[in-house]
């Protein structure tokens, strides 16, 4: 009887030993992670077609996810990408409390970049107010592309036109591999397109929209090329033909979209543009 109890004792034994050491261990399936990465992919989406409220609603669900979940880095991140849907909504005073409570947070917990898309947020919004403390911090070519276009467009704002134009040649001349980073340089090549357009040289500002214009077409992004379209419609560097040919691609990709304000702005120009040429319309 005490031989059979010995050897029942080593097979369960070996039995543990075996599956302890022989298996992977077991994969964690969180729901609020998964929840938080639902919510901003839907924010992000509707930021992209610039559907403010409904980026806002999400982007409050991930903030709250993100604090059931207890993910500091990902509160942050949420607190960010609601300043932002409040920004595009024009909801500033909002916006400015959403990028003070991400930058807080990033502080607190060290998180070195996070704090510096706040920062660079905060001197976006404050730049107009006298003395205020949110200057521009110092460029860091270390920065990641998003930083970096970020900080470019805040240095425009603010009038430094050299600092911006390195800022976005910067982004530029970045590797990029996926989708988001196309957008981003083509976001830097329009930046360039407002900035040589400023300092009057149509030709070099077509030439950088029309680059932008491709970037969007290469990732599949009609609201972008819309927005280009548009502004080489306004472009004396080019033909009135080619101008009222963009203004009309425009407007189409614009009432597809249902995107009433960019439609009109085509058609007005689409008008003029008509008038001026004496050209018949469809």
Known sequence: MKLLRGLIWLWLCASLLVSCGGSKAPSV??????????????GVKAMSEERWQPAVLAFSRALQMAQLLGDVSLEVRSWYNLGMAYRGLKAESKADGAFKRAFDLADQHQLTVSRQRAHIQLALLHRHEPDHAWQLPAWDKSWPMDLKLSWASCAREQGDMSGAKQGYLDVVAAKVANGSGYVMQGQAMMGLAWLVKQQGDELDSARWAEKAGMMYRKVGAPRMSAHALLFLSDNRSRTVMQRIDAARRAKVIYEILQDKEGAMKAAHLLNALELSEGVKRE
Do not use: L, Q
Not at 29 to 42: G, I, L, Q, S, W
């Open 29 to 42: 399936e969180n729901a609020y992670e998964n929840r938080v990465k639902d919510f901003t992919h839907m």
